[in-house]
């Protein structure tokens, strides 16, 4: 199952993401901009934002969220829980987490139940920087670069 645009035809993105601290909003909004480079129409919704029972028309949803209490963060959860009329559309997901362990796998799982189709999954760490706080740590707008690649 092929997915071919023809020239001048604009894909149509919806992220929709949960942030605590603002790394989430941070890597989100530099996607953001990735994907309107590559000539995207892109739609930001935080998880309180949109009715999972009705999503926006999108030809990919990015899902991301961090990780809390050793489990996706609550809210980006329960919101993947309640997803309705999901079937057959494709997905990438972006964990950020300070531990060595991401939860990707469990946003995939949730998703998969919705019948949904994984293209691409990143993980994002955070950490402690003298400088800058709790903060996205290593070359993360590279990593994001390569994730955005493949959306």
């Known amino acids: 199952m092929g997915f071919e645009y023809s020239y001048g035809e604009l894909m ?26 590559k000539g995207g129409e892109v739609q930001i919704f935080k998880t309180s934002d949109v009715n999972p029972a009705a999503m926006p028309e999108a030809d990919l949803y990015v899902f991301s969220a961090p990780t809390e209490a050793f ?35 469990k946003m995939e799982k949730l998703l998969s139940k919705k019948k949904m189709v994984k293209v691409a999954g990143v993980d ?10 709790n903060s996205l740590t290593g070359n993360w707008e590279k990593k994001l670069d390569e994730f955005a690649s493949m959306l």
Do not use: C, P
């Open 12 to 37: 149509k993105y919806a992220i929709i993401y949960w942030s605590r601290y603002g790394n989430g909003k941070k890597i989100v909004d530099y996607l953001a901009g990735k994907l309107k480079e």
């Open 71 to 105: 489990n996706i963060q609550k809210n980006m959860r329960s919101f993947m829980k309640k997803l309705e009329g999901m079937e057959g559309k494709r997905y990438g997901i972006i964990n950020t987490h300070a531990m060595e362990r991401n939860w990707l796998h």
């Open 124 to 133: 994002f760490r955070v950490g402690k920087d003298a400088d800058t706080g």
